[in-house]
């Protein structure tokens, strides 16, 4: 994307970084010292955007390899990255994943020490480090299981846990990590089929944490390639397991479409979109082919052989360096597909850089829903009871879903810290109360979206709300 002005027009320089309204479509440059390309990132309580790592230096740009670079919103058009130089990763990274732990720190795990097409021995980086950093003189730890999974272990799956621990994934191998020993607790049984990380690339997401199932968490990975290959082709398994369970197993399932470098986006009725990727090839510049142009809805409550379905397709192949996640209106923000190295010279390519950002609305959005969030809490704190008012249309719904919803930071596919936690719903009035949650193991202090959905239809803006302790 070329540089610009606050109103959007267009420089001679290239931007590494925009603030974007998805109500206007207007955007600003944002500024960066350091190469921030592949970066890995997630936000701290008071809602300041952590971005790490990133990619090689050039002419005119830092490597990034081992930044730090925070941006704190602010009302206005001053806000931009705070970048200390001195300030940086104990490791350099690339490709390396962030997930929010129940304390709101950032644990970063992984990667490499320079770019490559996929990992080895001798660039493996197997240890994570925190953000703020680990006190004492050790800031990094050792993570052998980094080692063990080589060569597909590039943003490995990581979820935390309603126990505060980590659900971890590298390759076929999973485990449960102790967040305060930093000792695996648990293995896991291999998920069948091939490995589902970078460059093979599947998609995972921590399924809904509701009163209804006990706030019992399943993570669900779907699809990747089979090979590391441009003739590979995308695989259509999903692997759902409960890591907690006494003896967790994975139930498999069949997608509609074989689907590598997809993206897996919680929605604000507690299904799940899997959308964009490709069919043909493996995740890299110039290896994939055979967009997947359908969305998929999964419905994680409906029984195996009967959780998907399949939507209305886009016209714009969105291959490798997509993103697609849930905006306040409950609709879906789907951009990017810079599938080539040289994304100016190949732009007339079969697949060249898409600068379309596009707006998909799942059928939920087509009926009528309430649209008065006034006197809703801007903040709430762990197992307090607020009231939410609410103006019905005509009959009482029968199914309220009260829901605080974090799309997380996304890259390559993952998606760092997306979470869904439904609230226990005390009272059902002209006030709907209800409870906020109860542990930082359900939801770390952060902001959410708070969701309402009456009879699967969501109220039309969510209210962005801060939990803390």
Request: proline residues 9%.
């Amino acid at each position: 994307m070329q540089g610009s002005s606050e109103n959007g027009n267009s420089g001679s320089e290239f931007a590494w970084s925009t603030e974007f309204s998805t109500t206007d479509g207007k955007w600003r440059s944002l500024n960066v010292k350091s190469n921030m390309f592949c970066s890995a990132g997630g936000y701290l309580p008071d809602g300041t955007v952590v971005s790490v790592a990133g990619g090689q230096p050039s002419e005119t740009m830092r490597q990034g390899y081992d930044g730090i670079r925070l941006y704190k919103p602010c009302n206005g058009t001053q806000c931009d990255w705070q970048q200390d130089l001195d300030v940086h990763l104990k490791e350099k990274r690339w490709y390396p994943t962030v997930e929010t732990l129940a304390t709101g720190e950032l644990f970063i795990l992984g990667g490499s020490n320079h770019a490559a097409s996929i990992n080895n021995d001798h660039i493996n980086v197997p240890n994570f480090e925190l953000f703020p950093p680990l006190p004492g003189p050790q800031k990094t730890i050792d993570f052998p299981f980094l080692i063990e999974t080589l060569p597909n272990n590039l943003y490995p799956i990581v979820h935390l846990l309603p126990d505060k621990n980590l659900f971890i994934l590298a390759s076929t191998k999973a485990i449960i990590f102790s967040t305060s020993t930093w000792k695996i607790i648990k293995r896991l049984p291999d998920i069948p089929g091939p490995p589902r990380n970078y460059p093979l690339t599947a998609g995972s997401v921590l399924l809904p944490l509701t009163p209804e199932n006990n706030f019992q968490p399943e993570v669900l990975v779907c699809g990747g390639a089979t090979d590391f290959s441009t003739k590979a082709k995308g695989v259509a398994s999903c692997g759902r397991i409960s890591p907690l369970a006494d003896n967790p197993t994975w139930e498999m399932e069949d997608m509609p479409f074989g689907r590598m470098m997809p993206d897996m986006a919680h929605l604000a009725d507690g299904t799940i979109a899997i959308i964009n990727g490709a069919n043909t090839g493996t995740a890299g510049f110039d290896r994939a082919f055979d967009p997947v142009l359908h969305p998929v809805q999964y419905i994680p409550n409906e029984k195996r052989g009967n959780r998907f379905r399949v939507w209305s397709p886009s016209v714009i192949p969105r291959m490798y360096h997509s993103v697609a996640f849930m905006l306040p209106d409950a609709s879906l923000l789907v951009a990017g597909s810079n599938p080539n190295g040289k994304p100016v010279e190949y732009g007339d390519g079969p697949f060249p850089t898409e600068y379309r950002v596009e707006r998909f609305s799942p059928p939920y959005l087509f009926s009528k829903s309430i649209t008065d969030t006034v006197g809703w809490p801007s903040k709430v704190h762990y197992g307090e009871i607020f009231d939410l008012s609410l103006e019905w249309y005509n009959i009482y719904p029968k199914d309220v879903r009260v829901a605080f919803v974090q799309p997380g930071f996304i890259t390559h596919s993952t998606h760092m810290s997306q979470r869904y936690v439904g609230l226990e719903i005390v009272k059902r009035d002209s006030l709907l109360s209800v409870k906020a949650p109860s542990s930082n193991g359900l939801a770390p202090p952060g902001h959410y979206m708070l969701v309402v959905v009456l009879d699967g239809i969501p109220v039309t803006e969510a209210k962005w709300v801060q939990l803390t302790a």
